[in-house]
């Protein structure tokens, strides 16, 4: 029974629940917790007090986007001064032949790629540990348990002469390859998979008569959507953001993504022509808008994650 | 199942067949299939394996190599020809006594001391304060509160280093109104403002993984605890907070093992205050100075993994103290 409404609906799978919850509480029932009276104003003005702190900077950032060079430094930096932001924007994509341009771009590819990649590995990773009973299984998983116990700078100094030893220091490649193979990803997908394909579903593929790896690519792969959605999505983010890699890694200006592009105009300060403080922050806000859309409208997906991996 | 298995085992080469021959053959041919079965199963966590090997086990294993060996320059003043010799733990022996490195370790430890348990009390304090707000409430204050973990954190310590910034931020004029010249760029001040922003940055995400433990604790209990008269604040100090206790020791882990590692933040400041913040104010700050600014990769390794050991028995101590006290 089961199988065929699974096998009717592949995509419609639930995300596997962490932990069982005892119960749910539903929009009807009262918050067990509720703050009733004056308890409840007070809770009001501390949400709005926390909320006035975590959206603050936010709000200063996107006022100063819109502001010349001259009036960042004049007016009132909570509120809107001549909007300038348009003027502003075409600099930003104009300095130095449009090299923020590039780095946006490049900052895409890395997190496209690495991510699509990342996500197949994982997935196939993770489907073979919860699926199959084999000699090194259990090695395996311990091997990533471990991993997560490795601290990122001791693998930074020994990665950059590894890197110049394959060859791929300073190319796109040191960029993509590495994050290819995060183990935490393997284990969101060990976990997801253990959830979301049931072993008669692959009984019943196989007296069908199909192999393995037939099973896995157009079964597995499908079940699994909602696991891929989230690795590729977590991963994106964090790649979009990383920051130390590359600039370790990457010599070339024209190679670098957003991060450190805006770290080298912090860095530079001021330039004759240009004041650079007005390109980096209207280049923060231009990097940071997509990742704020895209976590907001993906909640479901990296939520989830993110509480499977308070798990391990 | 019974077609697929004869022509599987039509397939296979009859190299084993004394194996065979020792038990019935039809339950011998369908245990091979299953491990035949297994075998291309596991095959799928090749690439995987093969991956990590290469960018985490390789660069393990070289770390270790690396901080045996050092190079030294033959031709006086660096220009010479380098040539590298084995000098066994005596990268690893520097380390351990390097009074800067250690310096800077002290300053994060001080830091991580501080800030540690004050992002996970606010946060806490942030969960709760949510999980007593009506549904609704909570839910719309739930993505503003989650706002800072979305923004990357480069731009966040930018976005605080101008808020901070005497000429641009609006926070310098807002002390000066109170009567205090805050400069926080300043050494006296330089660990609590990377602290603030840091804070901002790190209770989004505490608070969210304390908040979906405290949606599981049972509604039951609570009813419990009114019935026999204990307040909202007895409720969450003394029901709630226990019951989130695991996700408490895994959020201030995780805590703990990215601020000893500080790097981004204090790199940053130091773009804008080089004079207080020093090359190697960090651990991190150190090892990223030996390894390109001084090109000294072999102790740069020796340094990360001193470094490694440190977050290690600290993580290990964190447990083991959790633990006890659960017990």
Same mark, same amino acid.
């Given at each position: 029974?089961?199988?065929?409404?699974? *096998?009717? $609906?592949?995509?419609?799978?639930?995300?596997?629940?962490?932990?069982?919850?005892?119960?749910?509480?539903? /929009?009807?029932?009262?918050?067990? $917790?509720?703050?009733?009276?004056?308890?409840?104003?007070?809770?009001?003005? %501390?949400?709005?007090?926390?909320?006035?702190?975590?959206?603050?900077?936010?709000? +200063?950032?996107?006022?100063?986007?819109?502001?010349? /060079?001259?009036?960042?430094?004049?007016?009132?930096?909570?509120?809107?001064?001549?909007?300038?932001?348009?003027?502003?924007?075409?600099?930003?994509?104009?300095?130095? /032949?449009?090299?923020?341009?590039? +780095?946006?771009?490049?900052? %895409?590819?890395?997190?496209?790629?690495?991510?699509?990649?990342?996500?197949?590995?994982?997935?196939?990773?993770?489907?073979?540990?919860?699926?199959?009973?084999?000699?090194?299984?259990?090695?395996?998983?311990?091997?990533?348990?471990?991993?997560?116990?490795?601290?990122?700078?001791?693998?930074?100094? #020994?990665?950059?002469?590894?890197?110049?030893?394959?060859?791929?220091?300073?190319?796109?490649?040191?960029?993509?390859?590495?994050?290819?193979?995060?183990?935490?990803?393997?284990?969101?997908?060990?976990?997801?998979?253990?959830?979301?394909?049931?072993?008669?579903?692959?009984?019943?593929?196989?007296?069908?008569?199909?192999?393995?790896?037939?099973?896995?690519?157009?079964?597995?792969?499908?079940?699994? *959507?909602?696991?891929?959605?989230?690795?590729?999505?977590?991963?994106?983010? $964090?790649?979009?953001?990383?920051?130390?890699?590359?600039?370790?890694?990457?010599?070339?200006?024209?190679? +670098?993504? %957003?991060?450190?592009?805006?770290?080298? +105009?912090?860095?530079?300060?001021?330039?004759?022509?240009? /004041?650079?403080?007005?390109?980096?922050?209207?280049?923060?806000?231009?990097?940071?808008? #997509?990742?704020?859309?895209?976590?907001?409208?993906?909640?479901?997906?990296?939520?989830?994650?993110?509480?499977?991996?308070?798990?391990? | 199942?019974?077609?697929?298995?004869?022509?599987?085992?039509?397939?296979?080469?009859?190299?084993?067949?004394?194996?065979?021959?020792?038990?019935?053959?039809?339950?011998?041919?369908?245990?091979?299939?299953?491990?035949?079965?297994?075998?291309?199963?596991?095959?799928?966590?090749?690439?995987?394996?093969?991956?990590?090997?290469?960018?985490?086990?390789?660069?393990?294993?070289?770390?270790?190599?690396?901080?045996?060996?050092?190079?030294?320059?033959?031709?006086?003043?660096?220009?010479?020809?380098?040539?590298?010799?084995?000098?066994?733990?005596?990268?690893?022996?520097?380390?351990?006594?390097? =009074?800067?490195?250690?310096?800077? &370790?002290?300053?994060?430890?001080?830091?991580?001391?501080?800030?540690?348990?004050? =992002?996970?009390?606010?946060?806490?304090?942030?969960?709760?304060?949510?999980?007593?707000?009506?549904?609704?409430?909570?839910?719309?204050?739930?993505?503003?509160?989650?706002?800072?973990?979305?923004?990357?954190?480069?731009?966040?310590?930018?976005?605080?280093?101008?808020?901070?910034?005497?000429?641009?931020?609006?926070?310098?004029?807002?002390?000066?109104?109170?009567?205090?010249?805050?400069?926080?760029?300043?050494?006296?001040?330089?660990?609590?403002?990377?602290?603030?922003?840091?804070?901002?940055?790190?209770?989004?995400?505490?608070?969210?993984?304390?908040?979906?433990?405290?949606?599981?604790?049972?509604?039951?209990?609570?009813?419990?605890?009114?019935?026999?008269?204990?307040?909202?604040?007895?409720?969450?100090?003394?029901?709630?907070?226990?019951?989130?206790?695991?996700?408490?020791?895994? =959020?201030?882990?995780?805590?703990?093992?990215?601020?000893?590692?500080?790097?981004?933040?204090?790199? @940053?400041?130091?773009?804008?205050?080089?004079?207080?913040?020093?090359?190697?104010?960090?651990?991190? @700050? &150190?090892?990223?100075?030996?390894?390109?600014?001084?090109?000294?990769?072999?102790?740069? =390794?020796?340094?990360?993994?001193?470094?490694?050991?440190?977050?290690?028995?600290?993580?290990?101590?964190?447990?083991?103290?959790?633990?006890?006290?659960?017990?």
């Amino acid at each position: 029974m089961s199988q065929t409404t699974l *096998t009717g $609906a592949p995509t419609e799978v639930p995300v596997p629940e962490p932990r069982p919850r005892r119960r749910r509480r539903t /929009d009807q029932e009262p918050s067990a $917790a509720e703050a009733r009276g004056t308890s409840r104003w007070f809770v009001l003005g %501390v949400l709005v007090l926390l909320a006035l702190y975590a959206a603050g900077p936010l709000w +200063w950032l996107l006022v100063a986007a819109t502001k010349s /060079d001259g009036q960042l430094y004049t007016t009132d930096g909570l509120w809107f001064a001549d909007f300038r932001l348009f003027s502003n924007l075409q600099t930003l994509f104009t300095y130095q /032949d449009g090299i923020f341009g590039r +780095w946006l771009w490049n900052t %895409v590819v890395y997190a496209g790629i690495g991510s699509v990649g990342l996500t197949i590995v994982a997935l196939a990773g993770g489907y073979a540990i919860a699926k199959y009973r084999y000699r090194g299984r259990g090695l395996t998983m311990g091997l990533i348990i471990a991993s997560f116990l490795i601290p990122g700078t001791l693998m930074i100094v #020994p990665s950059f002469v590894l890197f110049t030893r394959l060859g791929i220091y300073d190319t796109i490649w040191a960029m993509i390859l590495p994050g290819m193979f995060g183990s935490f990803s393997v284990f969101l997908a060990k976990v997801y998979a253990e959830g979301a394909v049931p072993t008669e579903l692959m009984e019943a593929a196989r007296i069908d008569g199909a192999g393995e790896y037939r099973i896995f690519f157009s079964m597995g792969l499908r079940l699994l *959507t909602t696991a891929g959605a989230t690795i590729f999505l977590l991963h994106f983010v $964090a790649s979009w953001n990383t920051f130390m890699w590359p600039l370790v890694f990457l010599k070339g200006v024209e190679k +670098w993504p %957003v991060m450190l592009g805006l770290y080298s +105009w912090l860095q530079r300060g001021t330039d004759s022509s240009v /004041d650079l403080t007005s390109l980096v922050l209207t280049g923060s806000l231009v990097s940071t808008i #997509p990742m704020i859309a895209l976590m907001i409208s993906m909640q479901r997906y990296w939520r989830s994650g993110v509480t499977i991996g308070s798990l391990k | 199942m019974s077609t697929r298995s004869t022509t599987s085992a039509d397939v296979r080469p009859s190299r084993e067949r004394g194996a065979r021959q020792a038990s019935p053959p039809a339950l011998n041919r369908q245990a091979r299939w299953r491990t035949l079965q297994n075998l291309k199963g596991a095959s799928l966590s090749l690439p995987f394996l093969a991956g990590f090997a290469l960018f985490s086990i390789v660069p393990i294993v070289m770390a270790l190599r690396e901080s045996a060996y050092a190079a030294r320059s033959s031709g006086g003043l660096g220009f010479g020809d380098k040539t590298v010799e084995f000098v066994g733990l005596d990268n690893l022996a520097r380390a351990v006594v390097d =009074t800067t490195f250690w310096s800077g &370790m002290g300053r994060v430890a001080l830091y991580a001391v501080v800030l540690v348990p004050l =992002t996970q009390v606010v946060s806490l304090a942030m969960a709760l304060v949510l999980d007593a707000a009506r549904r609704k409430v909570a839910a719309r204050f739930r993505v503003a509160l989650l706002l800072p973990y979305m923004v990357p954190g480069i731009v966040a310590t930018m976005v605080w280093i101008y808020l901070y910034s005497p000429t641009v931020g609006p926070l310098h004029s807002f002390f000066e109104m109170l009567g205090l010249d805050a400069n926080f760029y300043s050494s006296e001040m330089v660990w609590v403002s990377i602290g603030n922003l840091a804070l901002w940055g790190a209770i989004g995400f505490n608070m969210l993984i304390l908040y979906g433990a405290l949606q599981s604790v049972p509604h039951e209990i609570f009813e419990a605890a009114r019935i026999d008269g204990a307040s909202e604040l007895r409720i969450a100090l003394s029901i709630k907070v226990p019951f989130v206790r695991g996700s408490l020791v895994l =959020t201030t882990l995780l805590s703990i093992i990215g601020t000893l590692q500080i790097f981004n933040e204090p790199l @940053l400041f130091r773009a804008i205050s080089p004079e207080t913040i020093t090359k190697d104010f960090t651990p991190a @700050l &150190m090892i990223y100075n030996q390894a390109f600014q001084v090109g000294n990769v072999n102790y740069a =390794t020796a340094l990360s993994i001193v470094l490694a050991v440190v977050i290690g028995i600290a993580s290990a101590v964190l447990y083991r103290i959790s633990s006890r006290s659960e017990s």
